[in-house]
């Protein structure tokens, strides 16, 4: 699973249409989320840094809604977008949820337990979860 990395508003025009899940790596406004959500018609989540979640507004978080756009919080340690503009779960994490829900392990566990050992947050790991073919 790919995680578009958007590091400022003027990336936001030339992103690819089919784009499904993004972090902002800077503080978005409520002018730049409904950009996103426009030249992204196919968005399923969008990912914010925890302190940048917080200052989200209602009315964004309602329209969201409205568009069925999953707000997350999480951050991409250690990516480098001067190298790859996408971040990359690893197959190793989505094999290991697999593996897990095949167990038939909660999804609270495992995302409390995928969340310790990897670099993503819980809410993430839950997003992940709820796809249906865990790409």
């Excluded at 997350?72 to 977008?81: F, I, L, N, S």
Aim: charged share 30%; net charge positive.
């Amino acid at each position: 699973m790919k995680i578009r990395v958007i590091s400022s508003r003027n990336e936001i025009l030339s992103l690819n249409p089919n784009e499904k899940v993004v972090h902002f790596a800077f503080r978005p406004s409520n002018k730049d989320i409904f950009l996103l959500v426009e030249t992204c018609p196919k968005l399923e989540t969008i990912q914010l840094p925890k302190s940048y979640r917080k200052t989200v507004s209602r009315a964004i978080e309602m329209f969201l809604e409205m568009q069925k756009v999953q707000l997350v919080e999480g951050d991409v340690w250690g990516h480098r977008k001067d190298i790859h503009e996408y971040y990359t779960v690893p197959d190793s994490i989505i094999s290991k949820i697999r593996n897990m829900k095949a167990e038939g392990i909660s999804d609270e566990k495992i995302a409390e337990k995928i969340a310790h050992e990897s670099k993503l947050s819980p809410e993430m790991i839950s997003y992940v979860l709820n796809k249906k073919n865990l790409e």
